[in-house]
Nanobody
Framework: QVQLVESGGGSVQAGGSLTLSCATSGYTYADYCMGWFRQTPGKEREGVAA????????PYADSVKGRFTISRDNGKNTLYLQMNSLKPEDTAMYYC???????????????????WGQGTQVTISS
């Protein structure tokens, strides 16, 4: 059974930091592109960052470049998102997702991913 479980969300003030984790099981983690997405009510799920299976490519959304860092531990089947200099507009539900094989140019497109976690809420106050 495939499982992706996010943790690490919470409420912090603007300028603060959070690190999200996504523990996975039930599939060959090292063979999958992994991504972080976020969503606010009434909006489409937005790709935040992705990381290729071999950790050689890490695309980011323009809105988070220089502030967020995605990483993965293929030995622990776990995905991370280090978020620094957080802004109120970063407030959202954050999801991790797994995409079979390469990330590709459509890494930010949510319907290209095969497996999803349940999400963890991040709230940034001004």
């Amino acid at each position: 059974q495939v499982q992706l479980v996010e943790s690490g969300g919470g409420s912090v003030q603007a300028g603060g930091s959070l690190t999200l984790s996504c523990a996975t099981s039930g599939y060959t983690y090292a063979d999958y592109c992994m991504g972080w997405f976020r969503q606010t009510p009434g909006k489409e799920r937005e790709g935040v960052a992705a990381i290729s299976p071999g950790i050689v490519w890490r695309p980011y959304a323009d809105s988070v470049k220089g502030r967020f860092t995605i990483s993965r531990d293929n030995g622990k089947n776990t995905l991370y998102l280090q978020m620094n200099s957080l802004k109120p507009e970063d407030t959202a539900m954050y999801y991790c997702a797994a995409k079979r094989s390469f990330c590709g140019a459509n890494w930010h497109t949510f319907d290209t991913y095969n497996y999803w976690g349940q999400g963890t809420q991040v709230t940034i106050s001004s």
